[in-house]
């Protein structure tokens, strides 16, 4: 992994940076003035790219950021998404309740699952993630009564105002932006920095005097919030939600978006979002075989891009070889 | 509830944990001895179903299809593994965690697919031999022939991946690779063979557990997702690259999926992955120690 | 103002560690000296709870600290540096201060400032101090390894330890470089009045900078007193010295 665009150190990597500011604030206008000239099938195709990249976002904040092996990242995104699912549905509490608990609950889910993930170190962390993510998923899956089981929740009631896909696109577009500042602020904040130091060097990071397993777990919490809202968004766009967003291999879709993009570089994971959205939009639609060529895409980027395609072009345009970086957890 | 019910679904438990046993000893030697976490282990143990259906049925008619399979089915699996390891494998082992598992769930999606392509999206099916067809009543409760069967092939392949990692060099050289990598470059063992070797007898076991699985469930895509979450459960639980640790949480989720189905039925599929969390919660490196 | 006692730690059968004894009286500057094995890297994981001992008990300014966490030590003052290079790669050498510094003063967790504008001059008077000022934006692995060896004992200096703890300090170093180090060993004893305790092959090195040094041989302390003493002692010089000369 190259370095994380923390350092303001290169000329040539702060010109670069600046640039991309400015792309960035082109890309926000055009994406704010866009809608009117779009069909609904681009306009629900790029709502659902901003709800992804979301979702990508917050997993490379602990993945990219963090080091930690997150393997089930989906299970927060699930619970979000089931939490509005359940609060509309069952109760008749507000709109906004629905809103506001669901990153909460994802975040409690967060806390609870990493309290026992951060007590282990690499692959060990990166199974316990999964094995308990997979209970999640089997408990939403069995718990017919509550959550409809394998059936999903259908025709969730949104207001009114939200029922145009114009609206959806907005609030996407809002919260996807706010998020993703928030997401930058803290990665360059004190906590980002302790979190990159942690995995570069944890047991150096433990010896300053950085209490590693709470820092970790802080970031997974935050990481697990964003997820949720993520999960919002979804049921926003979809009206409906199913155990498929708590299943491993969602998860594996949301890592292969981070490699694809780059995780050391912000916006990667953004990008990654989109490019794979796009694609299993397109291609899909003309060929039965899109997990093939996902396949295929995932298995060339391992073996000849694995900084991903932003990396790439950060090292290229920064003029910067930083190179892999080794191993990132012992495996016992 | 009475106790012949109990002990029915105690050998069936234990049969199934057998067969979870065969399929997770290749994925936590492949660990142990590359240090690889291999999504696509499940995708070889869907190959092997396959092949063995197709084997069974093309090859020969009657009782020696399916004998035949069981033979050939995980040996073409193996030479797949051998394939992946020499051309795709080899070429990572420098590099993060992350990526060599990146690596292996492309396979996942690529054999997928082509299993889809091959074969359709269909079920397919595999008859017994008449010899392990049918079942036999223990104090009023039948136990099909085939579990007895598994019951035997478990421990077979338990015993005979014990004298291979006991009584043979190679054996010995994998051991020592588990326990430390550099140790054995300092004794000048080509480690490049040995991952190769091993890497193929983990698919293999992962084939003839595909193979043995064939008769007994509907052959089709998807169980390849299934399995691999299970073996990766086991494997952690009993001790990354542990077989012995794997071979006693197989046992133990086998079991405890048999009788969960036989308590709750409705939530027997959550079972697994709770006895996953508490053991992992009170022992959160494995039952065994790691590396062996 | 560090007493360790009775220290002992094995590893499955093997004692790593056996019986150590430690006094390191404030401001002074102490050494573990002992051949190959002897237990020293196991010694510094133990005092700075890397590891945990079997038996035995570490006492800091007047307090256990036996149990305590790596994070916990480092708050109470002690600070070490590591044998082989243990800096942040993937961050630049202010940065790689800055973290200790952070941690230190209990702002690690911040999450909406910005890095940059908080403990700037905290950080800054460590680089200086360490000469390391010019080097500030650059990132770490870009260094020699000397200096990078420097940053790795900036990176303690950030904790702003009582304690100073150097794991081989010198270990791979160029005779230049080593000269740099004892210099900086010298000032950080002298004029900044920290207390170190070092571990050291260069016997040479041992006996210019050290007040105290303990011999360790397999595990257990031998001798322990003012260089001169330890310098006659025999059980030493049969252990140790007279080996490598």
């Known amino acids: 992994m190259s370095t994380l665009g923390l350092q303001k150190s290169k000329p040539g990597a702060e010109r670069m940076f600046s640039a991309s500011r400015v792309i960035l604030l082109v890309l926000l206008i055009i994406a704010i003035v866009l809608p009117p000239f779009l069909s ?87 199974m316990l993630t999964l094995a308990l993510g997979q209970l ?115 998860s594996a879709e949301i890592l292969i978006m981070c490699l694809l993009g780059g995780m050391a570089v912000f916006m990667g994971p953004t990008l990654g979002a989109a490019v794979l959205v796009i694609l299993s939009m397109v291609v899909g639609t003309y060929i039965d075989y899109w997990l093939l060529v996902l396949g295929l895409v995932l298995l060339l980027l391992v073996l000849f891009l694995p900084q991903g395609v932003l990396g790439f072009l950060q090292e290229k345009l920064s003029g910067r070889k930083t190179g892999e970086g080794g191993e990132r957890d012992a495996a016992s | 509830m009475n106790s012949a019910a109990l002990a029915s679904q105690l050998l069936i438990g234990l049969s199934r944990g057998m067969l979870y046993f065969v399929v997770a000893a290749g994925l936590t030697l492949v660990f142990g001895v590359l240090r690889v976490i291999n999504f696509a282990h499940g995708s070889l143990y869907m190959l092997g179903a396959f092949f063995s259906f197709t084997f069974a049925t093309v ?211 959550v079972l697994p992955y709770v006895i996953t969390g508490i053991l992992l919660i009170l022992r959160p490196s494995g039952l065994l120690k790691s590396v062996w | 103002m560090l007493q360790v006692e009775g220290l002992a730690k094995s590893f499955g059968g093997f004692k790593a560690v056996a019986e150590a004894r430690l006094h390191v009286p404030k401001g002074q500057v102490a050494a573990v000296i002992g051949p190959n094995g002897a237990g020293k890297s196991t010694l510094f994981n133990l005092i700075t709870g890397h590891l945990k001992p079997d038996a035995g008990r570490i006492v800091f300014k007047g307090k256990d600290i036996t149990a305590l966490a790596p994070h916990q030590v480092s708050r109470l003052g002690v600070s070490r540096s590591f044998q082989l290079l243990n800096v942040f790669p993937r961050l630049t050498v202010f940065e790689n201060v800055q973290v200790a510094v952070l941690a230190r003063l209990r702002q690690s967790g911040k999450m909406f400032t910005p890095a940059r504008k908080l403990v700037v001059t905290e950080t800054t008077e460590v680089l200086d101090k360490l000469g390391l000022t010019a080097y500030a934006d650059r990132l770490c692995t870009s260094l020699s390894y000397g200096d990078q060896k420097v940053v790795e004992i900036a990176i303690s200096l950030g904790s702003s ?61 031998i001798a322990e007193g003012r260089p001169e003493d330890v310098k006659k002692d025999k059980a030493v010089q049969n252990a140790y010295l007279g080996e490598t000369g």
């Open chain 1, 40 to 126: 609904p099938y681009y306009l629900y195709l790029l709502t659902t790219i901003m709800m992804t990249a979301l979702l990508a976002a917050s997993l490379n904040f602990v993945l990219g950021y963090g080091g930690l092996l997150q393997l089930h990242h989906a299970v927060f995104f699930g619970v979000g998404a089931y939490t509005v699912a359940l609060v509309l549905t069952k109760t008749s509490w507000p709109f906004w309740t629905a809103v506001i608990a669901a990153p909460i609950v994802a975040g409690f889910f967060a806390l609870l699952i990493g309290w026992f993930c951060v007590r282990l170190r690499g692959l060990y962390f990166g």
């Open chain 3, 161 to 221: 330890p009582e304690l100073l703890l150097l794991d081989e300090p010198t270990a791979g170093m160029s005779p230049e470089e080593t000269r740099t180090i004892v210099q900086l060993i010298k000032n950080l004893s002298g004029s900044e009045g920290l207390t170190i305790l070092l571990t050291e092959h260069d016997m040479d090195l041992v006996f210019d900078v050290a007040q105290r040094i303990m011999v360790l041989h397999q595990g257990m302390t």
């Open chain 1, 136 to 250: 999640v998923w089997a408990v939403v899956y069995k718990w017919r009564s509550l959550t409809g089981g394998d059936d999903g929740i259908h025709a969730i009631p949104v207001p009114d105002y939200l029922a145009s896909p114009t609206s959806v696109y907005y609030v996407n577009l809002a919260v996807l932006v706010i998020s993703l500042i928030i997401l930058y602020v803290i990665v360059k904040s004190p906590f980002g920095l302790t979190l990159v130091a942690t995995r570069d060097n944890p047991v150096r990071s433990q010896s300053v005097g950085v209490n590693i397993r709470r820092h970790q777990l802080a970031a997974f919490v935050l990481a697990g919030f964003f997820a949720g809202v993520s999960g919002v968004l979804f049921v926003l766009i979809e009206q409906s939600v199913s155990p498929s967003l708590l299943y491993w291999s969602k």
């Open chain 2, 59 to 269: 090859l020969a008619q009657g009782q020696a299809g399916f004998w035949l399979a069981l033979l050939l089915a995980p040996l073409a699996v193996a030479l797949i593994s051998l394939l992946i390891e020499r051309g795709l494998l080899r070429f990572i082992y420098q590099r993060e965690h992350l990526m060599q598992m990146l690596l292996t769930y492309s396979l996942v999606l690529i054999f997928g697919d082509l299993v889809k392509l091959i074969w359709g999206s269909q079920y397919q099916s595999l008859s017994l031999p008449g010899i392990l067809s049918g079942s036999f009543t223990l104090g009023g409760v039948a136990i099909p022939w085939y579990n007895l069967f598994l019951l035997v092939m478990g421990p077979l392949v338990a015993l005979g991946l014990w004298l291979f990692l006991d009584r043979t060099r190679l054996g010995k050289i994998c051991r020592a690779t588990a326990t430390d990598r550099e140790m054995v470059d300092i004794l000048g063992v080509n480690s490049t063979w040995v991952f190769a070797a091993v890497f193929a007898l983990g698919g293999w076991l992962a084939g003839l557990g595909g193979a043995l699985m064939a008769p007994v469930v509907n052959i089709s895509l998807g169980m390849d997702a299934n399995i691999i979450i299970y073996a990766f459960l086991i494997v952690v639980v009993g001790g990354l690259g542990n077989i012995w640790g794997a071979l006693i949480s197989s046992l133990i989720i086998g079991v405890g999926e048999a009788m969960g189905a036989l308590f709750m039925p409705d939530w027997a599929i």
